[in-house]
């Protein structure tokens, strides 16, 4: 059995689809997935059936940016409703169970200060609740608790992957080490730059667990927001998978 796990970074998941695209056209096909922030995005829209190839142009022609569009309403804060209504969309059924493939979804409880892995129930509010950025998106209420973007305490959720899977690929979109054209100029730019250190934290010791690691260094260099950027980065996601597909069939054998 073979599980992916699809880091969050915003506009940079893009390139899970990059990634997913170049995997089937090598008939390399996924049985579970599990995923934080973009990631699940990307997951649950593969997972309900949906081919790379459809989530690209959904991506495209539906304006997934508009999602993330950063709000001013009294409380300071937006939702993520759009997002909700792109899953009513183009996912029939608002629960797991219904799904094609086998969906984890991170989540972090405001409560309890601790991640939650999703596979059960309403699958809108998970994924929402897990692409909630804290300070610009408001928290999502699932049964009476609030919860905010999965990848501030586990930006890659392998756990359920490692449990029940033969081999995890683990796909990162998160920047780490040096990045020579980060912006640092302004308190937006900082403020960005400040949380992808903060989730890397999370993310380098889950990523040397997975037996393949799939992350292109190129997307390090695009914001959490540059959705105007969707084909450039699935292409980078496409052609760095490309170039492992031979180490990759050599581990699937």
């Known amino acids: 059995m073979l599980g992916i ?3 969050g970074g915003g506009a940079r998941g893009m390139a899970h689809i990059g990634v997913l695209k170049a995997l089937e056209e090598h008939a390399i096909f996924p049985d ?3 995923g934080a922030s973009a990631g699940s995005i990307v997951g649950s829209l593969y997972a309900s ?3 790379p190839t459809e989530i690209l142009d959904m991506a495209k022609h539906q304006s997934l940016f508009k ?3 950063l709000g001013l309403p009294g409380t300071g804060l937006t939702n993520l409703s759009y997002l909700k209504d792109i899953l009513n969309e183009n996912i029939t059924h608002d629960s797991f169970e219904t ?3 086998k969906l984890f979804v991170c989540v972090s409880n405001l409560h309890s200060g601790e991640y939650e892995i999703l596979n059960t129930g309403s699958l809108y509010d998970a994924v929402v609740a897990s692409s909630s950025i804290p300070i610009f998106f408001e928290p999502v ?3 009476g608790k609030k919860y905010v973007d999965g990848g501030l305490l586990n930006n890659l959720p392998i756990e359920p992957l490692k449990a029940s899977c033969d081999l ?3 796909v990162n979109v998160m ?3 040096p990045v020579p054209n980060t912006k640092v100029d302004s308190m937006l730019d900082i403020g960005h730059r400040v949380m992808d250190l903060i989730v890397w934290s999370n993310v380098k010791d889950n990523l040397a667990q997975c037996d393949i690691v799939i992350e292109s260094k190129g997307v390090f260099e695009y914001g959490i927001f540059d959705f105007k950027k969707t084909e450039e980065i699935y292409q980078l996601g496409y052609d760095e998978t490309v170039k492992q597909i031979p180490e990759i069939l050599k581990k699937i054998l």
């Open 49 to 51: 059936g949906m081919s």
């Open 141 to 143: 209420e699932i049964e």
């Open 99 to 101: 799904l094609r493939k």
């Open 168 to 170: 995890v690929i683990g």
């Open 67 to 69: 999602a993330f569009r």
């Open 32 to 34: 579970a997935i599990s």
């Open 5 to 7: 796990c699809l880091s």
């Open 175 to 177: 920047p780490h080490g």
